[in-house]
């Protein structure tokens, strides 16, 4: 089969590979009928996330059809069209009982690993380092699900893939940021970064009940995007950011900031101890001001701080001390995708929400080498990538 694959910084390519197998009772096979590139894949793209392997085959968000199931999968058979949650979990262990699927116990088979370069481990990832359990990522003709009888969404045969398709990620994690924030209906809601996940979190607070959000952003096409669902918009390029917020919120600060930039901005991906042996500045310098610093700071005291970016490693010089004496609950993590699978399926089905908005780009998969850096330096006011395989 055909695939994209990860052969080190700023390198991904389309080459042939070997076509996935069952491997254990619980897989599905399934033909990719479109996928997407996400800013997550851009960390693996800069090659900030150590445990990739030259060879390795990216992606996270994918959907298609299920050609062949193991033989102890009961949930799936050939020809059900599902979504993959980038999130695998197997639905015994303590963790997923409770639905912090991205903290499965069992999905990661290489957790042991993880814990020993950063102290953490999370749930088994597609595409997505081998800290994460190295899976085969959804950039391909075909994927292999691991423990598929869990890891599935099944779509409604009237949704198009384009309405389907962010279910996988996206679409949950921005709503997901926007219900840790506890909406209520006289709040002030401030999103850092309209990206994708920024997009779909300024959508799900306006549709959480916030009275104003505004959306943050170096990019007008962005901010653009973030208006027509009804966000004020800040561009720190253009003004500051923190007197605007003051002069938006009566110099109270927003009630509740959301982080949906993360380790583009101010960060280290490996902790401390290990920062040396690597021989390699992972600090990222820049002019800009770091996310999660800035939304601290302005967060209304009792306010909530929701960090759906991604991180790694050790973040320093944050005010954590204003963050305490404030009272800030803070809540993060990567996405229990399949906890809100049905609510988001319900608001697609009545029309209230349809994702699709935010795809700028679709082309074949073996455009995707190209679409990377367009994705990466957001040419041609690119947004969202979907590829599709076969074309
Ligand atoms: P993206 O790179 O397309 O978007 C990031 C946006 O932030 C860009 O529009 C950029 O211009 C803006 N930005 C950068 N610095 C900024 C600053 N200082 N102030 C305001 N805006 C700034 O990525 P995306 O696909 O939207 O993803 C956003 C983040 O969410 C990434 O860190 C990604 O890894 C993460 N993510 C997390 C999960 C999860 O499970 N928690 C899932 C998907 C993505
Ligand atoms: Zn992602
Ligand atoms: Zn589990």
Same mark, same amino acid.
């Given at each position: 089969?055909?695939?994209?694959?990860?052969?080190?910084? +700023?390198?991904?390519?389309?080459?042939?590979?070997?076509?996935?197998?069952?491997?254990d009772?619980?897989?599905? /096979?399934?033909?990719?009928?479109s996928?997407?590139i996400?800013?997550?894949?851009?960390?693996?793209?800069?090659?900030?996330?150590?445990?990739?392997?030259? @060879?390795?085959?990216?992606?996270?968000?994918?959907? @298609?059809?299920?050609?062949?199931?193991?033989?102890?999968?009961?949930?799936?058979?050939?020809?059900?069209?599902?979504?993959?949650?980038?999130?695998?979990?197997? @639905? %015994?262990?303590?963790?997923?009982?409770?639905?912090?699927?991205?903290?499965?116990?069992?999905?990661?088979?290489?957790?042991?690993?993880?814990?020993?370069?950063?102290?953490?481990?999370?749930? @088994?990832?597609?595409? =997505?380092?081998?800290?994460?359990?190295? =899976?085969?990522?959804?950039?391909?003709?075909?994927?292999?699900?691991?423990?598929?009888?869990?890891?599935?969404?099944k779509?409604?045969?009237?949704?198009?893939?384009? +309405?389907?398709?962010?279910? *996988?990620?996206?679409?949950?994690?921005?709503? +997901?940021?926007?219900v840790?924030?506890?909406?209520? &209906?006289?709040?002030?809601?401030?999103?850092?970064?309209?990206?994708?996940? $920024?997009?779909?979190?300024?959508?799900?607070?306006?549709?959480?009940?916030?009275?104003?959000?505004?959306? /943050?952003?170096?990019?007008?096409?962005?901010?653009?995007?973030?208006?027509?669902?009804?966000?004020?918009?800040?561009?720190?390029?253009?003004?500051?950011?923190?007197?605007?917020?003051?002069?938006?919120?009566?110099?109270?600060?927003p009630?509740?900031? !959301?982080?949906a930039? $993360?380790?583009e *901005?101010?960060?280290?991906?490996?902790?401390?101890?290990?920062?040396?042996?690597?021989?390699?500045?992972?600090?990222?310098?820049?002019?800009? &001001?770091?996310?999660?610093?800035?939304?601290?700071?302005?967060?209304?005291?009792?306010?909530?701080?929701?960090?759906?970016?991604? =991180?790694?490693?050790?973040?320093?010089?944050? &005010?954590?001390?204003?963050?305490?004496?404030?009272?800030?609950?803070?809540?993060?993590g990567?996405?229990?995708?399949?906890?809100?699978?049905d %609510?988001? !399926?319900?608001?697609?089905?009545?029309?209230?929400?349809?994702?699709s908005?935010?795809?700028?780009?679709?082309e074949?998969?073996?455009? $995707? &080498?190209?679409?990377?850096?367009?994705?990466?330096?957001?040419?041609?006011?690119?947004?969202?990538?979907?590829?599709?395989? $076969?074309?």
């Amino acid at each position: 089969m055909k695939a994209l694959v990860w052969h080190g910084k +700023q390198d991904i390519r389309y080459e042939t590979m070997p076509d996935p197998e069952i491997e254990d009772g619980r897989d599905a /096979i399934i033909k990719v009928t479109s996928c997407a590139i996400c800013g997550s894949d851009l960390h693996l793209f800069h090659n900030l996330m150590p445990g990739m392997k030259p @060879g390795d085959i990216v992606g996270h968000e994918t959907m @298609g059809e299920v050609v062949e199931v193991g033989k102890n999968n009961k949930a799936l058979k050939p020809g059900d069209r599902i979504v993959v949650p980038f999130t695998i979990w197997c @639905g %015994e262990c303590d963790q997923c009982r409770r639905g912090n699927y991205s903290v499965c116990e069992r999905s990661n088979r290489n957790a042991k690993v993880a814990e020993l370069v950063f102290g953490h481990a999370t749930a @088994g990832l597609f595409g =997505y380092t081998h800290l994460t359990g190295g =899976y085969s990522g959804g950039q391909a003709e075909y994927l292999r699900v691991p423990m598929a009888d869990t890891t599935h969404i099944k779509v409604p045969d009237h949704f198009t893939d384009e +309405q389907a398709l962010f279910l *996988s990620d996206i679409l949950p994690t921005g709503w +997901q940021a926007a219900v840790y924030c506890d909406i209520e &209906p006289d709040d002030t809601v401030a999103i850092w970064g309209a990206g994708p996940v $920024g997009q779909m979190a300024i959508r799900s607070a306006v549709l959480l009940g916030a009275r104003q959000v505004i959306a /943050i952003d170096f990019l007008p096409e962005r901010l653009s995007m973030a208006a027509a669902a009804g966000a004020v918009t800040i561009n720190p390029a253009e003004e500051s950011v923190k007197d605007r917020l003051n002069e938006l919120t009566h110099n109270k600060g927003p009630d509740k900031c !959301i982080d949906a930039v $993360g380790m583009e *901005s101010h960060s280290q991906i490996l902790p401390e101890h290990l920062y040396d042996r690597t021989k390699q500045s992972l600090m990222m310098e820049t002019d800009r &001001p770091h996310t999660l610093r800035e939304a601290m700071l302005m967060v209304r005291p009792g306010g909530v701080l929701s960090v759906p970016g991604v =991180y790694g490693g050790v973040v320093d010089k944050l &005010p954590f001390g204003a963050a305490m004496n404030k009272g800030v609950t803070i809540r993060t993590g990567q996405t229990h995708v399949n906890r809100w699978t049905d %609510e988001l !399926i319900e608001l697609i089905d009545e029309g209230v929400l349809d994702p699709s908005f935010v795809i700028t780009h679709t082309e074949p998969l073996a455009k $995707g &080498p190209e679409m990377y850096p367009t994705f990466e330096s957001r040419k041609d006011n690119c947004i969202k990538v979907v590829l599709k395989p $076969g074309q």
